[in-house]
């Protein structure tokens, strides 16, 4: 079960928040009833609306909106801890760059010509500066909500604001994946010829389970749709799932992954984090550079762009890929060049 927010995790049937230690006792027993563990709720919703009621008591009373950092201030107390952890952590970021330029004005001072002139600044790191407007632009969302601003006064509502970012076009050769492979440690070899035979997300990858593999093929979840695919056991499939299952630790473990540490633990947590597993990556794109032919980094992603580029056409990329439809299919992940004979 996924949590919404910094310090909260799913137990025993619900949302429980851990009062930091920093908290003192009086305020646990006021706002908390004396728990350190607070129940929030069983539901994410009424999880997440018992939480930000919490939030303002220990913050104390909601301030009067006067300038964008109190907007802002407000906004990462109770909107941010709603969305998805890694996207937290980016709004986080987005908002401590756009404090230091539009921290003291006034929501209704704001200009649409700050927009660009901000756009402009961070030309350099244009994906950057997309963030960074979306998240001013769902601030003055929120400045309408809470009767900052009025309706029409939404200064960023109809603008391109954004700037047009190419997909990625990185294709990854077999040459390259081979070479690669030469100091890929036991684990990683597995893991990239399964990848290579399914071409799942990451995600997917790791969420995995021995239980999948049943008679009539292996069935892997894609969590960003909900739907489940069934992936027929081609030889290439059984010999890649047989390799992990070797390199895989005996140590029993009860979260039956395909892929867990040598203590039996996942690769990834409930909300969605890679770490372990991207420090991983990261060590073996630098020992791969350093010590083989291969002469450009490629990211784990840029495998599962090879399964759809390598595929025989458009439709079986997109079932490869579980798209809806197979536009996004060709303008993101088919990405090996066209014969012109």
């Known amino acids: 079960m996924k949590s919404f927010a910094q310090g909260v995790r799913w137990k025993c049937g619900a949302y429980r928040y851990r009062v930091p230690r920093w908290v003192d006792q009086s305020i646990v027993d006021s706002v908390f009833n004396g728990k350190r563990e607070y129940k929030l709720g069983k539901t994410q919703h009424e999880a997440a609306l018992e939480y930000a009621r919490v939030m303002r008591e220990l913050v104390g009373p909601i301030s009067p909106i006067v300038t964008m950092g109190d907007l802002m201030t407000r906004y990462r107390t109770e909107v941010i801890p709603l969305k998805h952890p890694k996207t937290q952590a980016s709004n986080i970021i987005s908002l401590k760059r756009l404090y230091s330029v539009f921290g003291d004005i006034q929501p209704i001072n704001f200009e649409t010509t700050f927009v660009f002139q901000y756009r402009d600044k961070l030309k350099d790191t244009r994906t950057s500066a997309n963030r960074d407007l979306e998240v ?3 601030l003055f969302s929120k400045a309408i909500e809470w009767g900052v601003i009025k309706n029409e006064a939404h200064p960023m509502r109809g603008l391109n604001y954004k700037y047009s970012t190419p997909p990625r076009d990185r294709y990854v050769s077999d040459t390259e994946v081979a070479e690669a492979l030469k100091v890929a440690s036991p684990f990683l070899h597995a893991y990239i010829q399964l990848k290579l035979a399914l071409g799942l997300r990451k995600g997917d990858m790791l969420r995995i389970k021995l239980s999948d593999l049943t008679p009539d093929g292996l069935h892997a979840i894609n ?3 909900g739907k489940k695919t069934l992936y027929t056991l081609t030889p290439e499939r059984k010999t890649a799932w047989d390799l992990c299952l070797k390199v895989r630790p005996k140590r029993r473990t009860h979260f039956n992954l395909l892929f867990c540490t ?6 990834i947590d409930d909300e969605g984090m890679t770490s372990g597993f991207d420090s991983i990556w990261q060590r073996f794109m630098k020992k791969a550079l350093t010590e083989t032919e291969l002469e450009e980094r490629f990211t784990e992603h840029d495998l599962r762009a090879k399964v759809a580029s390598d595929s025989e056409d458009s ?3 997109r079932k490869r890929m579980g798209h809806v439809s197979a536009t996004e ?4 992940y088919r990405r090996k060049a066209e014969r012109a004979d």
């Open 223 to 225: 969590t960003k749709t």
């Open 136 to 138: 001013l632009s769902h």
């Open 262 to 267: 040598r203590d039996g633990k996942p690769y």
């Open 315 to 317: 439709e079986q990329a």
């Open 329 to 332: 299919t060709e303008r993101v």
